[in-house]
């Protein structure tokens, strides 16, 4: 038996969460760890309190509120997402997650209803990465990929260390940043951020994995002079090499695989002057596909052009990787139970491999996992102009919420 979660409470409470750190173009600006973020908290310990759960916040920040179930010895369900927001991005990316797991909660009060296995709404610490690197940081740090003490020591742009903004906004809790107890599943509600279930007329994305991703750092070291008075033969302008690097990562894909992407994000140049020849350039390399062999020849070539635009301008070059993540294939008894909701809820539904990381990165390795898409109008994602219709959201967070309860078990 199917549930039905109320839609206009879902509207409400995601314009609730959008006020807080809400700008003038309609999105968000919270920052991890900011003050916006920490009233968000706030409010989400609002929610578990006004619902009755018990809420815990381990020392990355995760927090945690969790519904009994019927047997206290079983492992529970995880549902959730992240309430961190880019600079200047939308409403619905990460927190549309954490409102339907939120909804999906209510709606068992609403109904009586009593499930088999205890079921947790979770909010991941800094999974935008996008003031304290990396991304899918708490959630990195609770499955064990990361270091606590490491990442403690992340600091921001303003030499702001994580772990003091952590005490300043009194979101460091006292809990192990670790499972306390084996989980049954974990699930995640996320806009695609992409343009697939639009340009295919779908109504839900049913994620069976996600893609492996490469980041890298690369530098080029020439030399700076007068633009005017250094012949051409003399120079060893560092711009011209990342040009060429630059072009070459734009055509790489085409030679790897249909679903590889690669994308030089970020360039500094100095000096950064009219006259000056181009001494030092900073810039970074994003690769990424399902296929974890492809990656590999990714980042084999980058590293090729790399160096053979460094001989050809005469400059030196050092190349830092800075995030690697492995693919991902979610396993069969979750995704199924995303299917079987779409199917029952009448939808349709596409399977799909997801291009962005997400904390079910993590969360894969600890229990089983699984992804529902909602649609994303025009693919726009981590801007203010980012939207998901409130048809889209419901219809979304219905799919989690029926196999949700699926993997919950529910009690006659």
């Given amino acids: 038996m199917r549930i039905d979660i109320d839609r206009d409470r879902l509207v409400e409470t995601m314009e609730e969460q959008a006020a807080i750190g809400g700008t003038d173009g309609g999105g968000l600006h919270r920052l991890t760890l900011s003050d916006a973020d920490a009233e968000a908290r706030d409010w989400f310990a609002d929610c578990a309190d006004e619902m009755g759960m018990d809420l815990r916040v381990d020392a990355f920040g995760n927090m945690f509120a969790r519904r009994e179930g019927a047997d206290p010895d079983a492992e529970p369900v995880l549902v959730g997402s992240h309430l961190d ?43 935008e990465g996008s003031r304290f690197p990396p991304a899918m940081q708490g959630s990195g740090v609770w499955a064990g990929a990361h270091d606590i003490e490491a990442e403690y020591e992340k600091t921001d742009a303003d030499g702001v260390r994580l772990v003091d903004e952590l005490e300043r906004i009194g979101y460091r809790g006292d809990e192990p940043a670790e499972p306390r107890e084996p989980y049954h599943a974990y699930l995640e509600l996320h806009p695609e951020q992409g343009p697939f279930l ?32 250094t012949p051409m033969r003399y120079r060893d302008d560092a711009l011209v090499a990342a040009s060429d690097v630059v072009t070459a990562i734009r055509r790489l894909p085409g030679s790897l695989g249909e679903r590889t992407v ?18 030092t ?53 979750p995704v199924e139970a995303v299917a079987d909701a779409v199917d029952d809820l009448g939808y ?40 998901t219709s409130w048809a889209d959201c419901y219809s979304s967070a219905s799919v989690l919420a029926n196999a949700a309860l699926d993997l919950a078990g529910r009690v006659d």
């Fill in 281 to 333: 350039v900073q810039f970074t390399t994003d690769i990424r596909d399902p296929d974890e062999s492809t990656l590999d020849r990714g980042v084999e070539r980058m590293e090729a052009e790399v160096a053979a635009a460094a001989e050809r301008e005469g400059v030196d070059y050092d190349i830092e990787h800075t995030m690697r993540a492995a693919s991902v294939d979610f396993p069969d008894r």
């Fill in 262 to 279: 690669a994308t030089v994000g970020s360039l500094t140049v100095e000096p950064n002057s009219v006259n000056i020849v181009p001494e």
């Fill in 85 to 127: 927001s880019q600079p200047y991005g939308g409403i619905f990316d990460g927190a549309l997650g954490v409102v339907a797991a939120i909804e999906f909660v209510r709606t068992l009060d609403d109904d009586g209803i009593e499930t088999e296995r205890p079921v947790e709404v979770v909010n991941w610490t800094n999974e």
């Fill in 348 to 387: 349709d539904g596409r399977r799909m491999v997801s291009g962005a990381g997400h904390d079910a990165t993590h969360t894969a390795s600890v229990c089983d996992t699984a992804m529902v898409f909602s649609v994303s109008e025009d693919g726009k994602s981590h801007t203010e102009d980012e939207f």
């Fill in 198 to 229: 639009e340009e295919t007329g779908a109504d839900v994305g049913i994620v069976t994995g996600i893609v492996g991703l490469r980041w890298a750092e690369v530098t080029f070291e020439g030399q700076a002079n007068h633009s005017g008075t």
